[in-house]
Nanobody, 125 residues
Framework: QVQLVESGGGLVQAGDSLRLSCAAS????????MGWFRQAPGKEREFVAAIDWSGISTYYADSVKGRFTISRDNAKNTVYVRMASLKPEDTAVYYCAAALWATSGLEYGNNYKNWGQGTQVTVSS
């Protein structure tokens, strides 16, 4: 089991950038594919970005492609998502998630067993 703690959320203006971090416990972090999801009030949780265990393969939702960048540092047991050109519609609680040995289907939340508590991102217009 891996425990996840997100940080870096906050209130920003449209057009600003923000970097979220997700720190994982345990010594097997590099065995996990990692994903970021978000949930806005009154909406279903949606996929944002994912990265495989090696950091070589990344995946993005169309709504964030070109604006968000996911990365990981296995030595620090941390995954990041840098969010640029933020829009009010990016406002949501952002969650990181871990999927052990996963190599496909990373856009589906059901494939992740471990989730963090979330961090709020609010983008004002």
């Amino acid at each position: 089991q891996v425990q996840l703690v997100e940080s870096g959320g906050g209130l920003v203006q449209a057009g600003d950038s923000l970097r979220l971090s997700c720190a994982a416990s345990g010594r097997t972090f590099s065995s996990y594919a990692m994903g970021w999801f978000r949930q806005a009030p009154g909406k279903e949780r949606e996929f944002v970005a994912a990265i495989d265990w090696s950091g070589i393969s990344t995946y993005y939702a169309d709504s964030v492609k070109g604006r968000f960048t996911i990365s990981r540092d296995n030595a620090k047991n941390t995954v990041y998502v840098r969010m640029a050109s933020l829009k009010p519609e990016d406002t949501a609680v952002y969650y990181c998630a871990a999927a052990l040995w996963a190599t496909s289907g990373l856009e589906y939340g059901n494939n992740y067993k471990n989730w963090g508590q979330g961090t709020q991102v609010t983008v004002s217009s």
